[in-house]
């Protein structure tokens, strides 16, 4: 279930996947460029 929503974030752009060929396998995820602007503008004012 995580999975499948983190593929979708990723194929909506809002995640960005990183694979690592290492033992054991590591991925790390992280907002891309354009959804790091979105804190700042859902905060209230």
């Known amino acids: 279930m995580l999975i499948q ?3 979708e ?3 909506d752009e809002i ?3 990183e ?3 290492e033992i ?3 991925v790390e995820h992280s907002l891309t460029e354009r959804c ?3 804190p700042e ?3 209230p004012s």
Do not use: F, K, N, Y
């Open 9 to 11: 974030l990723e194929h």
């Open 41 to 43: 503008t859902l905060e």
């Open 36 to 38: 790091q602007a979105w």
């Open 19 to 21: 694979a690592h060929a």
């Open 5 to 7: 929503s983190l593929r």
């Open 15 to 17: 995640v960005h996947r």
């Open 24 to 26: 054991p396998p590591r």
